[in-house]
């Protein structure tokens, strides 16, 4: 399998450290690693090569299937996630490669449309009983890219109808720090960032009063370890006070997956308005986006990745047990961070450009050698997570089907989606292609689009009509710039295992992904 990306049956498997003292903590831990021990000692390794376990794609897909018309009493406690439970499935259906008749898309086009608020946004149930909300929005945008099209009955051109009712929403739930409430009288969460601003971008809606100052709140939420908190605090602000501008803020909570996983991808979007060529944008601010430090982030994010005891999983949290849906939310993040250390690479070359830096790495063989950073090893073990999935996240042959947190849990949507989207990124590699941004960004048509947004100021808004056509130049061709390495295709199990590639940032495959932005940027 390579030096690179060591099995976990070839590494030591060592107990995790308690230092003499036993806490609820590390008995979870110790019943966590017995757990995965007997499920690896019952099995056969998965392989290279078609043979051993594999992933039970049948399985799997009657697992879903019979949850998609009529779900099960357990899940009324997510009456008000109905988007997400139609996310979870569509999107796991597309990755395991099953294709969909068009009538049961008609009828999933109906069900998320019954959720789109005439007051903006989607709700997380019927748009008559529930409030539009930013992470059901997300679920629901997504799906349709999924499920629906361009024509009169396929759900776009609605979405497209209610541009500006979405745009009023997220305005709604903006805070003069940067951050965003989730709902009316929601709570400030950097997960509502991130699911606002990929539905901003795939449906152009972007202005500079919508993505004032939250750079900055996203770089607050960055904590000590490197990876991100759910929100900020804010010095010497009342209970009931809207924090300002100039409030002094901090990271509220410890680092967390999913937390990071959406800080990281939202920084990414936020850089991805600044044109790479050309004059900046006069309506942002120069510094914008503020910094993050991506290099304790890729620490904080490496160091997430369990021992081969835990086969190899990710964890979401300092210390504690490794679960299957992180190897999206951590292992998804890895692309971001690659990107990120490239530009700042290149930022560093501009800066010394009298300088011809070259990164190490240490071959398969085990001698140094230098090589270009294209070169680089993913920064996390691409085999390991895979090992995890196949075989600590799957039952038994012949069960019921579906993926779980981990052994003795059982599987469900959130997990099933999860944990395929963490396996598609570790078996493909993506890289986001300078050369595939600018030939994107010449090819755009300036002239085609949706009429623009109506700013809530007149001052909100983009300084001339040049300048909003440069970002969204900028944003359609740096949504579309993933590119992927064929070359680097890795996969664990053989050709069963296999699983279609989901884009970074968004998750949704790119088949999916380029209509849809098409679409709303006027350039099919």
């Not at 090569?49 to 794609?57: V, Y």
């Not at 051109?157 to 997220?170: G, N, S």
């Not at 490197?226 to 680092?255: I, K, L, N």
Request: aromatic share 8%; glycine share 10%; charged share 20%.
């Amino acid at each position: 399998m390579g030096a690179a990306y060591p099995s976990i049956f070839t590494l030591p498997h060592i107990p995790a450290p308690s230092d003499g003292v036993d806490t609820g903590t590390i008995f979870e831990q110790r019943d966590t690693e017995g757990a995965i021990t007997d499920v690896l000692d019952s099995q056969p390794p998965a392989l290279m090569t078609d043979g051993g376990t594999t992933l039970r794609k049948a399985e799997h897909t009657q697992f879903l299937a019979s949850t998609f018309f009529r779900l099960p009493s357990a899940y009324v406690s997510l009456d008000a996630s109905k988007p997400w439970l139609m996310f979870w499935t569509v999107h796991s259906l597309d990755l395991l490669g099953v294709a969909l008749d068009q009538g049961t898309k008609d009828r999933a086009i109906n069900t998320i449309m019954a959720y789109l608020s005439p007051a903006g946004g989607f709700a997380g149930g019927a748009n008559n009983s529930h409030l539009p909300h930013l992470l059901p929005t997300y679920a629901s945008v997504c799906s349709l890219a999924i499920v629906g099209n361009a024509s009169a009955t396929g759900g776009w051109d609605r979405v497209a109808a209610m541009r500006q009712e979405t745009y009023d929403f997220f305005m709604r739930c903006k805070r003069p720090d940067g951050g965003f409430v989730v709902c009316d009288g929601g709570e400030i969460d950097v997960r509502g960032t991130y699911c606002l601003l990929v539905v901003a971008t795939l449906l152009d809606i972007i202005t500079p009063e919508l993505v004032h100052n939250v750079d900055k709140f996203i770089a607050a939420c960055q904590t000590y370890e490197g990876g991100f908190a759910c929100s900020t605090w804010a010095f010497g602000v009342g209970p009931y006070d809207d924090p300002t501008e100039s409030t002094t803020r901090a990271a509220m909570a410890e680092a967390h997956g999913g937390y990071t996983s959406c800080s990281l991808a939202s920084h990414f979007l936020l850089s991805s308005i600044v044109p790479t060529d050309g004059a900046p944008l006069a309506s942002l601010a120069p510094s914008f986006p503020a910094p993050i430090d991506v290099a304790s982030a890729v620490r904080w994010s490496a160091l997430m990745q369990g021992e081969a005891g835990e086969a190899g999983g990710f964890r979401g949290r300092s210390n504690k047990l490794v679960d299957g849906c992180y190897g999206w939310w951590v292992g998804g993040g890895f692309p971001v961070l690659e990107t990120l250390l490239k530009r700042e690479k290149s930022r560093q070359d501009a800066l010394h450009a009298d300088t011809s830096a070259k990164i190490a790495i240490v071959d398969d063989d085990g001698n140094d050698e230098w090589a270009d950073e294209e070169a680089m090893h993913h920064l996390f073990n691409r085999v390991a997570l895979q090992e995890y999935i196949l075989l600590a996240a799957q039952k038994e042959p012949g069960a019921t089907g579906g993926l779980r947190d981990k052994p003795l849990k059982r599987p469900d949507l959130y997990h099933t989606c999860n944990n395929l989207s963490g396996l598609s990124i570790a078996q493909h590699r993506l890289n986001h292609s300078p050369t595939s941004v600018a030939a994107k960004a010449a090819a755009f048509d300036d002239t085609k689009g949706l009429p623009p947004v109506n700013p809530t100021k007149p001052e909100g808004g983009w300084a001339s009509e040049e300048e909003r056509q440069r970002a969204r130049r900028q944003i359609y061709a740096s949504v579309l710039g993933w590119v992927e390495d064929e070359k680097a295709e890795l996969v664990v199990g053989g050709s069963d295992s296999r699983v279609n590639t989901t884009m970074p940032v968004v998750n949704i495959l790119g088949l999916r992904l380029k209509p849809f932005v098409d679409y709303f940027y006027g350039q099919a």
